[in-house]
């Protein structure tokens, strides 16, 4: 069965820091990728998302960055956090090519807070 | 520009009665859509969905309706529980590897 890994759950950082976030999924391949972002009072707002080895795309202009150095693995990036940045961030797969009509399936999460 | 929408951000509902979850949408090309139940501090977790060939999709306590003239979709939980509280996500997407877009979410609380 398929499973997803993302971590760290919780993590503190001061402004001006940087970030990685890492995301791996087991039991599929070539899988589409996913980062969103909830934040306080606010639905899940669509990252960056990524349908094979380094391509990525990126839905918001912010100060993060994703990468996708493997097949199953999805790295959340920032040279320098925000306060802004502050918020709960997920990971997520659906099947490639083929598996049009399916759900994504979410990682638990890492909330992150910038100080 | 929001294009799934989720204009109740909370509802409460006695126990055993039923809890009517509403989502709009704006982009005629959607063609298939899902519901996500989320507690705090987890990821969602994929509950119903509905491609638009179709206007309802049951299991068990769970019904969605879809409504493509209207663009709208709902989610029906009869009899609602207590455990049913939590945060229901409207989603949607069209076909090929589109990402889900998400509306912001209805919190839901089932009061014993």
């Known amino acids: 069965s398929q499973t997803i890994h993302q971590w760290p759950a919780t993590l503190v950082q001061p402004v001006g820091s940087p970030l990685s976030l890492e995301c791996t999924v087991e039991?599929?391949?070539?899988?589409?990728l996913y980062w969103y972002r909830q934040a306080a009072g606010r639905g899940l707002q669509l990252l960056f998302y990524?349908?094979?080895?380094?391509?990525i795309s990126s839905e918001v202009p912010q100060n993060l960055s994703a990468s996708r150095p493997q097949d199953r693995q999805f790295i959340l990036s920032s040279k320098k956090l925000l306060l802004s940045d502050s918020g709960f961030y997920l990971c997520?797969?659906?099947?490639?090519?083929?598996?049009?009509?399916?759900?994504?399936?979410f990682g638990q999460g890492t909330r992150l807070t910038v100080v | 520009d929001q294009q799934v929408k989720q204009n109740s951000p909370s509802l409460s509902v006695q126990e055993g009665r039923i809890s009517i979850l509403n989502c709009d949408y704006t982009n005629s090309m959607f063609d298939y859509f899902l519901w996500y139940k989320k507690y705090p501090a987890e990821g969602p977790t994929f509950l119903i969905s509905i491609s638009s060939i179709k206007d309802k999709n049951e299991d068990g306590r769970f019904t969605v309706f879809l409504n493509k003239s209207a663009k709208h979709l709902s989610l029906h939980i009869v009899p609602s529980q207590p455990g049913d509280s939590a945060v229901y996500f409207c989603a949607a997407s069209y076909s090929g590897n589109t990402p889900l877009v998400f509306g912001k979410g209805t919190r839901l609380s089932v009061i014993a």
């Open positions: 997520a797969w659906k099947g490639g090519t083929g598996d049009v009509y399916t759900e994504a399936f």
């Open positions: 990524s349908v094979g080895i380094g391509q």
């Open positions: 039991g599929t391949s070539n899988p589409n």
